[in-house]
């Protein structure tokens, strides 16, 4: 892990760092004014040495004028004409005083005096060659040489004196800036030397704290391992004892216990017997005897708990005197400090968790924040526990009472069918006993209508005409119930064929049509003639006779009824509207009931049974078909109904692709 230098060695290091380069800073310009100053005192000394070699070469020059005006001699003359190297010297002085512009314009001066006091020698020299010796020694002894002479020495004597003097000035200050030098490199290495010492200090308790850190996060890790296993064991173990055994035995091998158990109250004996444990025991929890009570055997961590609720940490069990009853056999087992926390359920405390640490101040406050967590753990165990057996015991009742409930709804079940299937039944046999006396009626009411025993007074016509009307009314409604009873019986059986459904509604209308003069309603028939079918003609007969019988029935005078044709893919579809009252959206679904009827018209009395639509439903389904309407109220009706996958013929399936 990398670790972060702390704030006050960050500061220490870089003091140091900048003591350091400060130091660098002032040693170098202390080396480089001292190479200044050397290089100054190098170039004093050199001018010095040059001035003395100018004077030098001037009074040799001199020196042999003067012998060769009194001897004569030319080898007198030797040392003068070294004098060429006076210009060398001056030259070379020229170069040394460049950085002094006052000492230069002097040694010009010089220069300009040695010229004239040479230039005098020259003369004296010629005078003594061109007139002879008296000539010469008479402009010797005019005194202007010995005068320049002078003058020169004494420049060059100042020039030296200026420049010793400068030479002393240089060398001091080398000397003050040595000493500087050696006092910064002394005070910055103590400094450097205590920041380094503070640094190392420092870092010495950050690496000591460091080390209590991770020696504190390893001991968290090894409890948030306890708290983890702890909450595994809880979603598998449904047993309470087997549940305290396993957090005992996390808390031990995962954790940083010596010891670890779980106590449980007697309520007669008023002691807290172990239920589980795991950790060097070595006999200590049959030794010690921990009261629920506010005694001497009650005052330590786990009875506090226990009878406060609250958990309760003993950070040195040698010094706590709550722990005196169990000192001595807990220090002989390595004990050192311990903690106690409640096992909670609903409003009451079950038992105790407490564990045992090596070493004295072990449980801090993440400590006991964790195992407390360990704690509720083990109390939310305890309630889905609780939880769970009840569940257990309400799935039973509740898996009791269904099978109490579907055998009673078995029995009614049967009971149900038993009285459906009487009831169709009865009613296919009535249905049967009902037509025979009603064909009857309606043949004996047709002869006498037909008049052939002879004319009937207007009013007996009346009397046959209402009887006819009511058999046959009533044998409709027979009929409906024969139909409506073998389909649920399961008697009908479909005869499908190949047929025109043109020419089958040409039949359904032939009386559909006179019914529908009555009213002065138009039928108006749009399905194209040549298109083929396959389903059982009689019952689309009778589909489409009940659809439009309903559609006469609930169209006004001068209304219109119409049937159509649409057909999709291979499956025949059909609709047959009406201008009619319409049918509220609350009964579009309960229309197809048995026995439902739509109310008509104002101030007329519903007719019929309700079942003919019901029947037409029934009969579509036989097809494999669906039936549905759209309808509101004031705007007509539109049934529509199909007859199930493949009930177009294979040619007007082609042609519709056409």
Not at 75 to 81: G, R
Not at 92 to 107: A, F, I, M, N
Not at 402 to 420: F, H, I, K, Q, S
Request: with cysteine.
């Amino acid at each position: 892990m990398k670790m972060a230098i702390p704030a006050p060695a960050r500061v220490g290091f870089a003091s140091a760092l900048a003591i350091l380069v400060l130091i660098g800073v002032l040693s170098y310009q202390s080396n480089r004014s001292l190479v200044e100053n050397e290089d100054a005192i190098f170039r004093g000394q050199q001018v010095i040495s040059g001035l003395d070699e100018l004077l030098a070469e001037v009074l040799e020059a001199e020196s042999a004028a003067r012998g060769f005006v009194i001897a004569g001699e030319k080898f007198f003359l030797d040392p003068y004409y070294v004098t060429a190297q006076v210009d060398a010297t001056v030259a070379r002085l020229r170069t040394l005083l460049r950085d002094d512009p006052r000492q230069r314009q002097e040694l010009e001066s010089l220069n300009r005096l040695i010229a004239e006091k040479l230039a005098f020698h020259r003369r004296m020299i010629e005078l003594r060659r061109n007139s002879g010796e008296q000539a010469g020694l008479q402009f010797f002894l005019t005194g202007k040489g010995y005068a320049l002479g002078n003058e020169v020495r004494d420049r060059v004597h100042a020039l030296k004196d200026e420049q010793e003097g400068a030479l002393r000035d240089r060398t001091a200050a080398a000397r003050r800036v040595s000493d500087w030098s050696i006092l910064t490199l002394v005070v910055g290495a103590v400094l450097s030397f205590g920041i380094l010492l503070l640094v190392y200090w420092n870092l010495d308790r950050e690496i000591a704290r460091r080390r209590r850190s991770e020696h504190k996060v390893l001991q968290l890790n090894r409890l948030y391992a306890v708290l983890s296993r702890t909450s595994q064991s809880i979603s598998r173990i449904r047993e309470r004892d087997a549940l305290f055994r396993a957090v005992c035995r996390i808390a031990v091998e995962d954790g940083p216990f010596r010891m670890a158990w779980v106590g449980t109250a007697d309520p007669q004996t008023g002691i807290v017997e172990p239920a589980a444990f795991a950790g060097f025991e070595d006999g200590y929890l049959g030794r010690i005897h921990i009261a629920t009570g506010d005694t001497p055997e009650g005052r330590g961590p786990t009875g506090r708990a226990l009878r406060e609720r609250r958990h309760f940490v003993c950070s040195d069990i040698s010094s706590d005197p709550h722990l005196l009853p169990w000192r001595e056999d807990a220090l002989a087992r390595g004990y050192r400090s311990s903690a106690a926390f409640p096992i909670q359920f609903a409003d009451s405390v079950v038992g105790v968790f407490t564990v045992y640490a090596a070493e004295p101040g072990f449980f801090d406050e993440e400590t006991v924040a964790v195992l407390s967590e360990v704690a509720s753990e083990i109390s939310f165990a305890l309630e889905s526990m609780d939880r769970e057996a009840r569940r257990r015991q309400a799935e039973e009742d509740l898996r009791s009472l269904n099978e109490d409930l579907e055998r009673r709804v078995a029995e009614r079940t049967t009971e149900v069918e038993r009285a459906n299937r009487m009831k169709t039944e009865f009613l296919a046999r009535m249905s049967h006993e009902l037509r025979t006396p009603l064909n009857a009626i309606v043949g004996y009411s047709d002869l006498l209508g037909e008049q052939a025993a002879g004319p009937l007074p207007p009013t007996y016509k009346r009397f046959v005409a209402n009887i006819q009307e009511g058999a046959r009314h009533l044998l409709r409604m027979v009929n409906d119930l024969l139909d409506l009873s073998k389909i649920e019986a399961g008697r009908i059986d479909l005869n499908r064929e190949s047929f025109q459904p043109a020419a089958a509604l040409e039949e359904v209308l032939s009386v559909i049509t006179p019914l529908a003069r009555i009213k002065n309603i138009a039928i108006e028939n749009q399905v194209p003639p040549g298109a083929g079918i396959q389903a059982d003609r009689t019952r689309f007969k009778q589909i489409l006779y009940n659809l439009l019988s309903n559609a006469v029935k609930f169209t006004a005078e001068n209304g219109r009824v119409w049937i159509a044709e649409c057909s999709r893919e291979d499956t025949a579809c059909f609709s047959v509207g009406d201008t009619g009252i319409g049918i509220p959206s609350a009964e579009l679904q309960a229309i197809f009931d048995e026995f439902h009827q739509v109310g008509g018209p104002a101030g007329t009395v519903k007719e019929g049974t309700g079942l003919g639509l019901a029947i037409t439903k029934r009969l579509v389904d036989l097809h494999g078909g669906t039936i549905w309407v759209e309808s509101a109220p004031g705007r007509g009706s539109s049934f529509f109904f199909s007859l199930g996958p493949a009930s177009l013929e294979p040619a007007a399936v082609a042609e519709r692709e056409c």
